[in-house]
C-alpha cells in the first residue's frame, strides 16, 4: 500500500511520555508526528504539585497545552487523531519502493481513525492506558499479560515488554507508556526522555554512526564558558579522536571523518551568545504568558507593574478607544 506521508518517528500520545519524547527525537533533526487522541491519564489529574518547576502546582489543562506547545514548537506535527493500528508496512518484491522493502526506510504503517496512513522507520508508543493498536507487531504472550480478576479474564498491556530504554524486540517500535515509570507525570516525562535520546542514538547508527559517538547530551550551553582553546574547532576534532581511537571504526576510515564532522557541528552548535541566551529567555516567558489567565497577572505582578511595562500609547489608545475608564458623551466613564 502507498500512503500519503512519511516521517522518521511517529509517537502515538501527547501526554508527559509522548511530548518528552518527540521533543528530544525532534531537536535531533528527525521528522516527528505525534498523534493524540483518547483516554488520558493527565487529564484525570486534579492539580499537579509534584511537577518540579510550578510552586503552587498546575492543573492539568495548562500543562497539557504547555506541553502541545512545546512539541510543535520543536517542529512536530501534532494531529488530533486516534491511533486504531501499527502494522509492519509490507514489502513488495515487485515494486522496489513499497514500504518495507528498504531496512533504512519506513518500516510501519500507521492507522489513525479519522485522516490517512501515515508510514514511518520508528514508532514510539506514548499511551499510558491503550497498547491494543500494536497487537499484532508481536506475540500476544510477549506484549499482553492477562489477569484474572473475580473470574473475569482482564488482559493488559505487559508494562515490562519494552527495556529501560523504551525499546523491544520489535526493531524500530519503541514503548514510553505504559511502563513502571508512567505512575506519576514527571516519571512518564524522564521515561518519554530517555526514549526520545535512544531512538536519536539508533537513527544516527543507521546512519553510520557507533553507539559510543551516538550517544549525546541534548544541552544549550553559553558561548562565554567556551574559552580560547576551546573556541577552536580543530580542538574538539582532537578531543573525538582521542575520544574514539579505540572505538569499533578506524580512525582513518571516510566513516569516521564523516561522523566526526557531524558530531563536532553538533557540539559547537549547542553553544548560545549572550544575545541569543537573552532572546531565548524573553520568547520563553512570552510563551508561557500566553496559557496564563490575565487575571491572575494582573494580581500577581500589581496593575501598576503592568502599566509601566505596557507602550504609553497603546494605554492612551486603551483609554481613548474604549477601554473601561474612557470618557463617555455623557461625561461619566464605563
Ligand atoms: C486520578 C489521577 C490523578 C493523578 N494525579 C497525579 C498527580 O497529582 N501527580 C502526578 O505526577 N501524577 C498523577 N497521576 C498520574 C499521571 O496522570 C500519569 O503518570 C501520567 O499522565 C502518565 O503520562 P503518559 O504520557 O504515560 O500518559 P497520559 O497522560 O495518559 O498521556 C497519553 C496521551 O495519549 C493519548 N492517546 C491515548 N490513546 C491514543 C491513541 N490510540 N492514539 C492517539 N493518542 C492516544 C491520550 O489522549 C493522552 O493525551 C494521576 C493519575 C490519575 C488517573
Given amino acids: 500500500m502507498s500512503a500519503a506521508v512519511d516521517r522518521d518517528v511517529v509517537v502515538v500520545g501527547c501526554g508527559p511520555a509522548g511530548c518528552a519524547a518527540a521533543v528530544f527525537a525532534a531537536r535531533d533533526g528527525l521528522d516527528v508526528a505525534v498523534f493524540d487522541r483518547?483516554?488520558?491519564?493527565?487529564?484525570?489529574?486534579?492539580h499537579l504539585e509534584n511537577y518540579p518547576g510550578f510552586p503552587a502546582g498546575i492543573d492539568a489543562g495548562t500543562l497539557s497545552e504547555l506541553m502541545r506547545e512545546q512539541t510543535e514548537r520543536a517542529g512536530c506535527a501534532v494531529v488530533e487523531d486516534l491511533v486504531e493500528s501499527v502494522e509492519r508496512a509490507a514489502g513488495d518484491a515487485d515494486d522496489s519502493d513499497s514500504p518495507g522493502d528498504d531496512p533504512d526506510g519506513p518500516q510501519f504503517v500507521v492507522t489513525p481513525q479519522a485522516g490517512e496512513p501515515v508510514t514511518a522507520r520508528r514508532v514510539i508508543a506514548a499511551t499510558r492506558y491503550d497498547g491494543e493498536y500494536l497487537r499484532g507487531l508481536d506475540d500476544d504472550d510477549a506484549m499482553f499479560e492477562v489477569h484474572d480478576h473475580g473470574g473475569e479474564r482482564h488482559e493488559h498491556f505487559d508494562r515490562e515488554y519494552a527495556d529501560r530504554d523504551g525499546a523491544t524486540p520489535v526493531d524500530g517500535l519503541y514503548v514510553a507508556s505504559p511502563s513502571d515509570a508512567d505512575r506519576q507525570a514527571i516519571t512518564a516525562?524522564?521515561?518519554?526522555?530517555?526514549?526520545?535520546?535512544?531512538?536519536?542514538?539508533?537513527?544516527?547508527i543507521d546512519d553510520g554512526w557507533w553507539r559510543e559517538a551516538a550517544e549525546g547530551v541534548d544541552w544549550v550551553r553559553r558561548e562565554a564558558e567556551l574559552d580560547d582553546e576551546w573556541a577552536d574547532r580543530d580542538r574538539w576534532v582532537e578531543w573525538f579522536d582521542a575520544e574514539h581511537a579505540d572505538g569499533p571504526v578506524a580512525p582513518d576510515s571516510e566513516r569516521f571523518a564523516r561522523v566526526r564532522e557531524a558530531a563536532v557541528d553538533d557540539l559547537l552548535a549547542a553553544y548560545v551568545d549572550a544575545d541569543e541566551e537573552r532572546t531565548r529567555a524573553a520568547a520563553g516567558h512570552r510563551a508561557l504568558a500566553e496559557h496564563l489567565d490575565p487575571d491572575a497577572v494582573v494580581e500577581a505582578h500589581g496593575a501598576d507593574a503592568l502599566l509601566d511595562a505596557m507602550d504609553d500609547e497603546a494605554i492612551a489608545a486603551y483609554?481613548?478607544?474604549?477601554?473601561p475608564d474612557a470618557p463617555q458623551a455623557d461625561g461619566g466613564s464605563r
Fill in 319 to 323: 483609554a481613548g478607544d474604549g477601554g
Fill in 38 to 46: 483518547g483516554r488520558s491519564s493527565l487529564a484525570q489529574c486534579a
Fill in 189 to 204: 516525562a524522564g521515561r518519554g526522555a530517555r526514549v526520545g535520546k535512544r531512538v536519536v542514538a539508533d537513527a544516527r
